[in-house]
């Protein structure tokens, strides 16, 4: 089992930067995909991007290309989201997730473990 506790999130201003963590704890060794997705209010979960474990390649949600940037740090077991210029469309709750299947693009069913989540707001 695979255990993911997100931080980082928090308040800010249109234009703003932030970056997320996701420590990623338990039975690692067969996540082959690792991702963020985000929730805004009254909305369904929507992904965000996905970054494949073997060789660190990554693949983005079409309204964040440009904008966030997926990565990690394996020998701290974190992947981080680094976003910039930030809208308050991108306002929501954002969680990380691992699978040990490859799927891209991914949907919600392809992730077997999710964080808890934590809260970004963008205030105009």
């Known amino acids: 089992q695979v255990q993911l506790v997100e931080s980082g999130g928090g308040l800010v201003q249109t234009g703003d930067s932030l970056r997320l963590s996701c420590v990623v704890s338990?039975?690692?060794?067969?996540?082959?995909?690792m991702a963020w997705f985000r929730q805004p209010p009254g909305t369904e979960r929507e992904f965000v991007g996905a970054l494949v474990t073997a060789g660190s390649g990554t693949f983005y949600g079409n309204s964040v290309k440009g904008r966030f940037t997926i990565s990690r740090n394996t020998s701290a077991n974190t992947l981080f989201l680094q976003m910039m210029s930030l809208k308050p469309e991108d306002t929501a709750v954002y969680y990380c997730?691992?699978?040990?299947?490859?799927?891209?693009?991914?949907?919600?069913?392809?992730?077997?473990?999710w964080g808890q989540g934590t809260q970004v707001t963008v205030s105009s």
């Open positions: 338990g039975r690692t060794s067969t996540t082959k995909l």
């Open positions: 997730a691992t699978s040990t299947k490859i799927v891209l693009p991914p949907t919600r069913g392809t992730f077997d473990s």
